[in-house]
């Protein structure tokens, strides 16, 4: 298929697929939003469930994943509408002590050379990067990876689980980090 | 001698802290003499930093397949 192809085919929804597609990266963009894995957990479902009711919305010009990031933002201003509203009205917090130098005010503006506050926004990119990435690798890889580096699984049960002898389990590992590498290279790599 | 493949799934395997010491030491050895593979320890250690930057999350299998069961329920 070529590019021009490419671009005219409308995209497909696939619901069969989606929990091994995209539930870690809607997991991941979640998390980094509401910081509550358990209400992250609810989010990505409900995205799913929302995402399979309004399935015959879908015009195909956006590709799936898009698509369901799209819904699942909705979820999150929903969750902070819905917790605000409980309150009565939105509020925001600030807190100051007196121990610094200079107004007050100006000590509350951001600091656009934070280490902290850029690193932040930094990590969430990368860590979606990551996912997105990992989700094109073949499914045993990612399987093998993600059990490897994110849930940080020991070898043997690694093994135990998927039936494999561990030094087919470091091939795959391999594997999976040299397909990362290219994923990532651009990118993430500039030395 | 070992192998250039050899040599990066010991890289790999060292990444996670799991290479044995005579393993370590053939690949060390490669490394120093293989231009391809000594880059690719490099990028290799990289990612492992990047991946500790990012702070990953995933759901375990276990709560995928729940989520698998509870959509087919639901369609």
């Given amino acids: 298929m070529n590019q021009e192809e490419k671009i005219r085919t409308p995209h497909q929804l696939n619901p069969t697929t989606w929990v091994d597609q995209y539930a870690d990266y809607l997991y991941n963009y979640a998390i980094s939003r509401v910081n509550d894995e358990e209400l992250a957990k609810d989010l990505v479902q409900e995205t799913f469930f929302a995402g399979l009711n309004s399935a015959k919305n879908f015009k195909g010009t956006a590709s799936e994943r898009t698509w369901l990031v799209a819904i699942l933002k909705r979820k999150v201003i929903d969750h902070y509408r819905k917790s605000n509203s409980k309150k009565g009205k939105a509020e925001i917090r600030m807190s100051y002590n007196n121990e610094g130098e200079g107004s007050w005010l100006e000590e509350q503006i951001a600091d656009p050379l934070s280490k902290s506050e850029n690193d932040g926004i930094e990590n969430e990119e990368l860590g979606m990067a990551i996912h997105e990435c990992i989700s094109k690798l073949p499914s045993k890889q990612a399987k093998v990876f993600t059990m490897k580096t994110i849930h940080g699984m020991s070898t043997e049960d690694i093994c135990n689980e998927l039936s494999i002898n561990p030094s087919n389990l470091w091939v795959l590992v391999f594997r999976a980090r040299s397909s990362l590498m290219g994923c990532l290279n651009e990118n993430w790599f500039a030395v | ?75």
Avoid at chain 2, 6 to 18: F, G, L
Avoid at chain 2, 42 to 51: E, F, S, V
């Fill in chain 2, 1 to 75: 001698m070992i192998t250039c493949e050899e040599s990066k799934t010991i890289c790999s395997k060292n990444q996670y802290k799991e290479a044995s010491w005579s393993e370590r030491f053939n690949m060390y050895l490669h490394v120093l003499m293989c231009k391809t593979c000594f880059k690719f320890s490099r990028k290799n250690t990289k990612l492992t930093g990047l991946c500790n930057e990012a702070s990953l999350q995933a759901l375990t299998d276990t709560e995928k397949s729940e989520l698998k069961k509870k959509l087919d329920q639901n369609s």
